[in-house]
């Protein structure tokens, strides 16, 4: 009978799943999900049913990372090879018979229609991390070498599809795993100089550069139209240039305070494309403006700086390195989309975090602060 008396409620048994959560970092993404949620419903009113969805993918991805979040790193540790490999191995399959949508072979179909590409976002930094931790206190400029070559092999593969989004992506979180391994400022400096370089020139010789039947060598001829377009969108105001000119119009005419929640006339009158996905955020700065815009980038620095701390008190080399990584994610998201959006840089396929409508994009998401979860919870763990 005392048995019987003494047996923990159910709210007793899953206490322990939820301990070591880290509240800082719950909190802000708590919050720019309600952010997501709100514009979905104004931006997204006459998309159907994807406020919806939009919930729902929420909801998957809570339940994706609540599940990461339960398994220590030094488990994690030990899918970066096996999930490496698979993702390398998908994007050979997909280079050799991918499904090709408008243009692009993304896809591939296994009984159900998947994009290979997405794995790499996690498994991408799961193996540097995880390279880096076997040598670790013995690092050779050939380790480095060897990481660079990991790195470029999926990008090699992704570009080739062609992917411009999702292999910057890639290269981010890779690049942020190798430069946080203590890759030597030397090697650094050089190559960002070139980049510095080569972007000053174009500028300059945009006129001839962007010239009708003029190609570039390397670029695919929608990059090298993405960069002219940016440079000069009024080259072709109803065609190629109208995505930046209609998302600066929409971000300049929200003013200080924005238009108000469903009242933004760029947003519902269907002038802005891609109001759901890429442009979303052009859609939240009609209508919240300019401080509603620094909220939301506070926001994320928040969610930032909070996983950079989760880095920076991690036990061991690979969590801190995989933290690391799962920042430069985010940050690359969200700058990136927000760039592409204000007409700063070009126009890629990256949605905004927990923003944009995305199921794919969504459960990468909820990985990665998963990740995060997992490695600040295996900390706090430990210290009690």
């Not at 047996?7 to 070591?20: D, K, M, T």
């Not at 209508?287 to 930032?304: D, P, Q, T, V, Y």
């Not at 801190?320 to 994610?329: D, E, P, T, V």
């Amino acid at each position: 009978m005392s048995a019987v008396l003494n047996r923990p409620s159910v709210l007793q048994r899953i206490a322990p799943y939820f301990e070591g959560f880290d509240v800082p970092l719950t909190l802000a993404v708590l919050l720019l999900a309600a952010a997501g949620m709100v514009i979905m419903f104004s931006s997204g009113y006459d998309h159907g049913s994807r406020f919806a969805d939009h919930g729902r993918n929420m909801l998957i991805a809570a339940a994706i990372m609540f599940g990461v979040a339960q398994v220590p790193p030094g488990r994690l540790m030990q899918f970066a090879l096996p999930l490496y490999t698979l993702g390398v191995v998908l994007l050979v399959a997909v280079a050799l018979f991918g499904i090709t949508k408008k243009g692009a072979t993304r896809w591939l179909n296994l009984g159900v229609v998947i994009q290979p590409s997405e794995i790499l976002k996690i498994a991408m930094p799961l193996m540097l991390a995880w390279w880096f931790q076997k040598r670790e206190g013995q690092l050779r400029p050939l380790d480095f070498t060897v990481a660079v070559l990991l790195l470029l092999v999926p990008i090699g593969l992704i570009m080739k599809q062609p992917d411009l989004g999702t292999s910057l992506l890639v290269l981010a979180a890779g690049l942020s795993v190798i430069f946080f391994a203590g890759l030597s400022w030397k090697l650094i400096i050089p190559p960002v100089l070139l980049a510095l370089g080569g972007i000053a020139l174009i500028v300059v010789f945009e006129p001839s550069l962007c010239a009708d039947g003029v190609r570039w060598p390397v670029l695919h001829d929608y990059q090298q139209q993405r960069i002219c377009t940016l440079l000069d969108p009024t080259r072709d105001p109803l065609g190629k240039g109208f995505h930046i000119i209609q998302g600066m119009i929409a971000i300049g005419s929200g003013g200080l305070f924005g238009k108000g929640f469903m009242q933004g006339t760029q947003t519902h009158l269907e002038f802005i494309p891609e109001r759901t996905t890429d442009f979303i955020f052009a859609a939240f700065s009609e209508e919240f403006g300019l401080f509603g815009n620094l909220a939301l980038i506070a926001a994320f620095i928040f969610l930032i700086l909070r996983g950079l701390v989760i880095a920076m008190e991690a036990p061991t080399l690979f969590a801190r390195l995989l933290a690391g990584s799962m920042c430069m994610i985010f940050f690359t998201y969200a700058f990136v989309n927000m760039g592409m959006v204000s007409g700063i840089l070009p126009v890629v396929g990256v949605p905004l975090p927990f923003i944009s409508y995305g199921g794919t994009a969504m459960v990468t998401l909820g990985m990665a602060i998963g990740i995060l979860m997992s490695i600040a919870r295996s900390r706090q763990l430990l210290q009690s």
